[in-house]
């Protein structure tokens, strides 16, 4: 059993720009007797030499060596015996086959066992879809391998010419088949028919005939896989098993009649010169010259910048999910709040809704997934032409975000409200946004939104976080009676663009000098410095205490010189 043994029966990538139809595989096949399989002692082998010798005489050389082109057809004597009676022959592609077998038959019977299954044979597509990890015939397949099989990794129809053949057809009929576009009670054939992956591949099989010649033709039983080739359309090329390369020759074997055969892989692809080689390479680079050159052309050389002057604030965002409300079937509503100087294209829209999601369970949170995609584009510009009329702190924009439920019987609740800041700086966030709702004053209130739905509302949803028509300087919400609900999380790409960044290189300004000159950063900036005079006040403090301390420690202790 361990001269059987094979470690390395698993599958091979290549990838080549070479057109496949170049692909050609030596096979070299060669039967074995039981006797140099099966190890022998010392003894048993030289008290049976001469019967040994004996029979070695009796046995033919059985060997056998072929090359291979891609999707080459080879016949095998079960096919030559089946597709030589035109009677058996229905299809376009059997009428072919029978065309190619006669011809053969002219020439005289052949005795091959090396042949093939090309990409359009029934083989190759009925032992694609089921892969058994065993040869043995109580191996049961699985359900998922039952689903699975049903799945083609293969263009399925009769193309474009059938297409316009059936079009033709429901033309001159008079009438156009109506086609369900949802169906709630599929058949299991139907979802067999419609599993079809759209990764269109070609297959070749190099099969061998294991059966035994003094019988004649063999069995389907007795045809063995050797070699699959599989390429897909990125010219990705697969290989089951591997070229062998010098290594120990693979094993079949015969599990009708038991024999043994051998046989080994080789890569016999006519390979290319130098001159050849040249040219190819010579054309590549012209090719993607010219794709380089019409890519320019569609682009264009001056990029799009905005006016000088002005910020162009892009953001790409999600509303990835929302966790620990009280009700199911939540959705958001959520909208952009433009401070002063912002503006914003006609066509830009600033106001989105979700889908209606239902929680699930995760750990114990309730969290309703809505991965809902949305993007903007702002621009500022402070068009203030006094000076004492620019705003010193301005702002970045705010998405305002309203959490509602709306269950089966239509009860509709208001479940929280927060505010999102779109950050400063560039780059990539991940926020997660506390939420509150405004609650009544009475009982009253929580029973109508519990039975009937219903709940205290904002007229103005800027009152999130800065109404729009607060005038003041201090904002206070006291008396304003809200209760605490779940969490928003968001996810924000934002990218800031400006003439101005373009001096960044040349006069060594980071990002935040930059976007001070542009009166982003005011803000920060006024921040900082009252911390900083905080701080530096702190310390001249502790430094006139530790004074004090120390010149009233000195007076104590002269006092009490001067008394003693």
């Not at 829209?349 to 993007?375: A, H, I, M």
Request: charged share 30%; proline share 4%; glycine share 4%.
């Amino acid at each position: 059993m361990a001269d059987l043994y094979e470690p390395d029966l698993g599958a091979a990538y290549y990838r080549s720009n070479d057109p496949v139809k170049n692909l050609n595989i030596r096979v070299k096949l060669e039967r074995v007797t039981s006797s140099s399989i099966v190890p022998q002692q010392a003894e048993e082998k030289e008290n049976q030499n001469v019967e040994m010798q004996n029979i070695t005489d009796e046995v033919q050389k059985d060997e056998e060596e072929r090359v291979f082109r891609w999707q080459e057809k080879v016949f095998c004597l079960r096919e030559i015996e089946l597709y030589g009676n035109d009677a058996d022959c229905e299809g376009v592609m059997e009428k072919k086959y029978h065309k190619d077998v006669t011809e053969i038959l002219e020439k005289g019977k052949p005795n091959n066992r090396l042949f093939s299954y090309v990409d359009h044979d029934k083989f190759s597509q009925s032992v694609e879809s089921v892969q058994y990890l065993t040869t043995s015939a109580n191996e049961k397949p699985s359900i998922l391998t039952e689903k699975m099989a049903n799945l083609r990794r293969r263009k399925v129809g009769g193309g474009k010419k059938e297409t316009n053949r059936r079009n033709n057809a429901f033309r001159d009929v008079g009438f156009v088949p109506k086609i369900n576009t949802v169906d709630y009670n599929p058949s299991e054939e139907l979802r067999n028919r419609n599993h079809i992956m759209a990764a269109p591949m070609q297959v070749h099989y190099i099969m061998a005939d294991l059966s035994r010649r003094e019988e004649g033709s063999g069995t389907l039983a007795e045809e063995a896989v050797l070699c699959m080739i599989q390429i897909d359309a990125n010219g990705v090329i697969s290989m089951r098993p591997d070229f062998s390369k010098g290594k120990k020759p693979y094993v079949v074997e015969n599990s009708v009649k038991g024999d043994v055969f051998e046989y080994t892989l080789e890569h016999s692809s006519k390979s290319m010169n130098a001159q050849d080689q040249d040219k190819e390479q010579k054309m590549y680079r012209e090719v993607y010259s010219r794709h380089a050159d019409f890519l320019q052309a569609c682009v264009g050389e001056d990029f799009e910048l905005p006016p000088l002057g002005v910020l162009r604030l892009l953001v790409y965002g999600e509303m990835e999910c929302a966790r620990d409300f009280e009700y199911d079937d939540l959705y958001l509503h959520f909208l952009v709040d433009l401070p002063k100087h912002w503006t914003a294209d006609r066509s830009q829209q600033l106001s989105w809704v979700t889908q209606t999601c239902r929680t699930k369970v995760e750990g114990r949170d309730n969290v309703s997934y809505f991965s809902f995609p949305f993007n903007f584009e702002l621009f500022y510009k402070d068009t203030s032409i006094r000076e004492e009329d620019k705003e010193p702190l301005p702002h970045f924009p705010i998405i305002m975000v309203e959490v509602l439920s709306l269950d089966m019987w239509n009860r509709f609740r208001t479940e929280g409200y927060t505010y999102i800041t779109i950050p400063t700086h560039p780059g990539a966030y991940k926020q997660n946004a506390r939420c509150w709702r405004p609650i009544g004053k009475s009982a009253a209130a929580e029973l109508r939104r519990f039975f009937i739905g219903g709940s205290p509302e904002l007229e103005d949803i800027t009152y999130t976080a800065i109404p729009s028509t607060f005038q003041g300087s201090h904002l206070s919400k006291y008396g304003f009676r809200t209760e605490s609900t779940g969490t928003v999380t968001t996810k924000l790409n934002v990218i800031l663009q400006s003439q101005a960044f373009m001096e960044k290189k040349a006069n060594k300004k980071t990002l935040g000098n930059l976007l001070d000159n542009l009166g982003i950063n005011a803000v920060q900036a006024n921040i900082a410095n009252v911390l900083d005079a905080f701080k530096k006040a702190r310390i001249r403090m502790m430094q006139a205490r530790e004074s004090a301390n120390r010149d009233l420690f000195h007076g104590a202790t002269k006092t009490q010189e001067l008394t003693t």
